[in-house]
Antibody, heavy 124, light 108 residues
Framework: EVQLVETGGGLIQPGGSLRLSCAAS????????MSWVRQAPGKGLEWVSV???????YYADSVKGRFTISRDNSKNTLYLQMNSLRAEDTAVYYC??????????????????WGKGTTVTVSS | DIQMTQSPSSLSASVGDRVTITCRAS??????LNWYQQKPGKAPKLLIY???SLQSGVPSRFSGSGSGTDFTLTISSLQPEDFATYYC??????????FGQGTKLEIK
């Protein structure tokens, strides 16, 4: 069964650090594009970061320079290292698999497998 | 950045109704548009990708259409399990995805 399970959330003070993990089963993380998406309480979805199968990484402007996405191929696990945390980083964090469908000009991307999420609360 | 605007923000409907949700992009995104359904306390679920392609396992009462800047998600006959929040998402500016603000579909 294809599955993603996030762990590592919790209560952290402003300025602190936290590392989220996303363990995959049923497919290989390193062969796929993998994203983190977050949702603040009562708000909509916000894309946070992606790591491509080739290792390239990209970030939303709101987290650039503070968050780092990575993966451990031996553990088939995706990570999100979050530093200098702020109150506005409080959210449920989801990991998701990005499926890519090649197209003539721009490839199609969509997030077809999601974890259940882990909650990060940044508060003093 | 490409902005995605959904309308309406909320909608009341009855079981059996035909419902349409609209998503508008701030610039042309061709057909690089996905739709997700999210129920309270749950992760989003992919419904439609590439504007009109139905994800495997999704009931055929869901359909998507549109191209350029204007897109619609249609539910042909609402079922009780369809009451949820729906999000559109553009992938044209991949990897910088953006989502719409969501449309909450409630029972009338």
């Amino acid at each position: 069964e294809v599955q993603l399970v996030e762990t590592g959330g919790g209560l952290i003070q402003p300025g602190g650090s936290l590392r989220l993990s996303c363990a995959a089963s049923g497919f290989t993380v390193s062969s796929n594009y993998m994203s983190w998406v977050r949702q603040a309480p009562g708000k909509g979805l916000e894309w946070v970061s992606v790591i491509y199968s080739g290792g390239s990484t990209y970030y939303a402007d709101s987290v650039k320079g503070r968050f780092t996405i990575s993966r451990d191929n031996s553990k088939n696990t995706l990570y999100l290292q979050m530093n200098s945390l702020r109150a506005e980083d409080t959210a449920v964090y989801y990991c998701a698999r990005d499926t890519v469908v090649p197209a003539a000009l721009v490839d199609y991307y969509y997030m077809d497998v999601w974890g259940k999420g882990t909650t990060v609360t940044v508060s003093s | 950045d490409i902005q995605m605007t959904q309308s309406p923000s909320s909608l009341s409907a009855s079981v059996g109704d035909r419902v349409t949700i609209t998503c508008r992009a701030s610039q042309s995104i061709s057909s690089y548009l996905n739709w997700y359904q999210q129920k309270p306390g749950k992760a989003p679920k992919l419904l439609i990708y590439a504007a009109s392609s139905l994800q495997s396992g999704v009931p055929s009462r869901f359909s998507g259409s549109g191209s350029g800047t204007d897109f619609t998600l249609t539910i042909s006959s609402l079922q009780p399990e369809d009451f949820a929040t729906y999000y559109c998402q553009q992938s044209y500016s991949s990897p910088m995805y953006t989502f719409g603000q969501g449309t909450k579909l409630e029972i009338k």
